[in-house]
């Protein structure tokens, strides 16, 4: 059984999505840990309902970004760990770790990438008048997110809506697209080779297969 970690900072409604997934054989691996780095995390009391251990890395343990990232590392590889999720990890992770874990880290961010990375997507899309929104999964490189992306998911923006109706909309699709896509990574399907994502061995288009 592949071994699957997620990194958590907040409410961990992605990880529940995925706990699930595994439960129910739709992800054919298994959640071995989560770490937060913020010790009051709800997604660490999901991880404790689910029967999962998790391990807490805090900045403050730590000299450096760098030396916190290389405690983690260490931390994963002495599990094995084949697949590494970010799910609302709201810490940039640094180049040296990113280069250590290439092409299997995954990440969700909450707009349709290249668009809007970074936080308060929700509400600088709705400032801009934009008429859609939605959610990208991708590869993690050293850029902000940057990477690959695999796939996408649009939600509409209607006249009138407010920033949590759009957030609801687009979480609902979150928990649908990132489970499909560890799926595809934990099946061998989906792969990473000099910054391309591939699937099924065909490139995928550069804004993810739902793009085609
Ligand atoms: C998710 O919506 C995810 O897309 C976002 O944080 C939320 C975490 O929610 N991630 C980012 O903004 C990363 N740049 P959750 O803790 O309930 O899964």
């Avoid at 054989?25 to 309902?49: Q, Y």
């Avoid at 080779?193 to 591939?198: D, F, L, P, Q, T």
Wanted: proline share 5%; with cysteine.
């Amino acid at each position: 059984m592949k071994k699957i970690a997620v990194l958590i900072s907040g409410q961990g409604s992605n990880l529940q999505a995925i706990i699930e997934a595994c439960q129910t054989g739709f992800i054919p691996g298994k959640v071995v840990t989560v770490i937060s780095n913020k010790i009051d995390s709800f997604g660490l009391e999901r991880a404790k309902s689910a029967g999962i251990p998790s391990q807490v890395f805090l900045r403050q343990d730590f000299s450096s970004n760098l030396a916190m990232d290389k405690a983690i590392g260490d931390y994963l590889d002495a599990l094995n760990i084949d697949l590494i999720l970010l799910a609302g990890y709201m810490k940039i992770l640094t180049k040296p770790f990113t280069q250590r874990f290439a092409g299997k880290i995954l990440n969700i961010h909450p707009s349709l990438l290249p668009k809007y990375p970074g936080l308060h997507t929700y509400q600088r899309a709705l400032e801009n008048g934009e008429s859609e929104h939605g959610t990208t999964v991708h590869f993690v490189n050293e850029e902000l997110d940057g990477g690959a992306i695999v796939l996408q998911a649009k939600v509409p923006i209607f006249p009138g809506d407010t920033v949590e109706e759009i957030e609801l909309r687009t979480r609902e699709q979150e928990y649908n697209i990132y489970p499909l896509v560890i799926k595809w990574f934990i099946e061998e399907r989906l792969k990473l080779e000099n910054g391309i994502a591939y699937l099924d061995a065909s490139p995928l288009p550069i804004s993810g297969y739902a793009a085609e």
